[in-house]
């Protein structure tokens, strides 16, 4: 006999035996999910909560879609392994379909890892085997993964932990931001230029003949959703073939679907030389990453070694998800849903923003929002500084969420809402009511 229920065994256990991701350990109080399906998960209690944030964002098909995972139980019974050197057929298809998805017409090739810092890392010595050259810039308030290579492409507190970084010759400049410009103005084509001419000064002090690889988030993810002005992506792009950089988009939450493409680069026009990926590749079902790598640059390793490889690149059963969560985003018309999601989003937290004091600001670009919390909407100080001390205030917010049956999360000052693609209207006004309720009652005093 348990001494207490199993739900709260089961929480227990976890609490003692499991390390948490970007916490202290003590006080952790989690509910334990077990199930899931469609935008709702459900926890050992049997209590249902409803998924605001497609787990992190790459929930995109929603949970349990039956062809996914029909086809990861199909691949399982035939093949579970083959090393990453020999040949597979789903991993050819893979590559195959995302050189027909991706925004370049010259096609692409794609190298496989297992995630999002791994995909970074190898975008990263693949801009250095191509070019020649050493350093590499990102922006700051970017995330690119926790690893020690990724971690230093960060531009943010979660690099620290790595600090001194482990990977030398990265270099951090500012990107715009209107809702808080770092650029003095609140005028988005000004923002967009001081943005540029800054950009173009911290390449001129580097040696922009050095400089291997830009790497950016096309919209900010986990730091705010910020979705740069018009014109930015597009400056950047230039300054690269000015000075023979690659440019380097992580699509890792961007990519298949979020922003109303298959990737953010087709969905502002700007192409990039290298784009990462993966959450959403197998809508978070089987860990998958990688790198598609466009046609001109991928011939530099017809007769150059690509010096990089992981045992579980190209994992069958990854690659078996991979192929069924493309052929079920297709088939159920969910690259483009994005769009019609933004207008229920827009108008939803446009009205939260409107009706209450501490919604500053409401901003994003297809299934990709993000509401930023101040107390004072006038001077725009922020609920609690960024990268500060505490995230209190916050996480009692997202606490107050999880009781009315709501599930997302947040940095900061910053809630993140990015619902699965498939989410109804209704499931969406469910969510964003009981938003508004958690933010009354848990900052209204
Ligand atoms: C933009 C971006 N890049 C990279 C990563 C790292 O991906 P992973 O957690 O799969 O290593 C993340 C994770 O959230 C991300 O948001």
New binding site residues.
């Given amino acids: 006999m348990l001494p207490v229920g199993r739900a709260e065994y089961m929480r227990m256990s976890h609490a003692t035996y499991v390390l948490s991701p970007w916490s202290a350990q003590s006080g952790l109080s989690m509910p334990s999910i077990e199930r899931a399906s469609g935008v709702y998960l459900y926890d050992t209690d049997g209590k249902r909560y409803l998924d605001l944030a497609s787990g ?2 790459a929930v995109n098909l929603g949970h349990g879609h039956p062809a996914v995972v029909a086809a990861i139980a199909e691949q399982a019974g035939r093949l579970c392994y083959a090393s990453p050197a020999l040949f597979n057929p789903g991993r050819a298809q893979l590559a195959e379909t995302l050189s027909a998805i991706s925004p370049w017409h010259e096609g692409c090739r794609t190298f496989f890892t297992t ?4 995909a ?1 890392e190898d975008a990263l010595k693949m801009a250095r085997l191509i070019t020649g050259r050493h350093k590499v810039l990102a922006a700051y308030r970017s ?4 690893t020690p290579g ?1 971690g230093a492409l960060s531009g943010e507190n979660r690099r620290w932990p790595n600090e001194p970084s482990a990977m030398p010759n990265v270099v951090h400049f500012f990107a715009p931001n209107p809702y808080r410009s770092p650029f003095n103005t609140t005028d988005a084509a000004t923002e967009t230029t001081r943005a540029l001419e800054h950009l173009q000064l911290v390449l001129e002090y580097e040696n922009p003949e050095s400089v291997a690889a830009i790497f950016i ?1 096309p919209v900010v ?2 730091n705010g959703v910020i979705v740069y002005p018009q014109g930015y992506l597009a400056g950047m792009r230039a300054l690269c073939d000015r000075y023979g950089i690659l440019l380097v988009f ?1 699509e ?2 961007t990519g298949f679907g979020r922003t109303g493409e298959t990737f953010a680069s087709i969905t502002f026009g700007v192409n990039p030389d290298l784009i ?1 990926f ?2 959403g590749i197998t809508s978070a079902y089987v860990p998958l ?1 990688g790198v598609m790598v466009r046609e001109s640059h991928a011939k530099y390793f017809d007769d150059h070694v690509l010096g990089a490889g992981h045992t579980y690149s190209g994992h069958p059963l990854a690659v078996a998800a991979g192929n069924a969560a493309i052929a079920a985003y297709r088939n159920d018309n969910l690259f483009t849903r994005a769009r019609e999601i933004e207008s229920w989003l827009r108008e939803g937290l446009g009205a939260l923003r409107d009706r209450l004091p501490m919604v500053g600001d409401a901003r994003g670009i297809g299934a990709f929002f993000a509401i930023e919390l101040v107390r004072d909407k006038a001077t725009r100080e922020p609920l609690v500084p960024w990268q500060g001390k505490s995230s209190a205030p916050l996480l009692a917010v997202l606490r107050r969420l999880r009781e009315l049956g709501i599930y997302t999360y947040g940095r900061y000052n910053c809630v993140m809402v990015t619902p699965p693609l498939i989410i109804t209207k209704a499931e969406l006004d469910e969510g964003l009511e009981a938003l508004g309720t958690a933010l009354e009652e848990s900052l209204v005093h």
């Fill in positions: 992190l964002v995630n999002g810092a791994q970074n995330f690119h993964g926790s990724s988030e993810g986990s992580d890792v939450m990462t993966a959450k990453g």
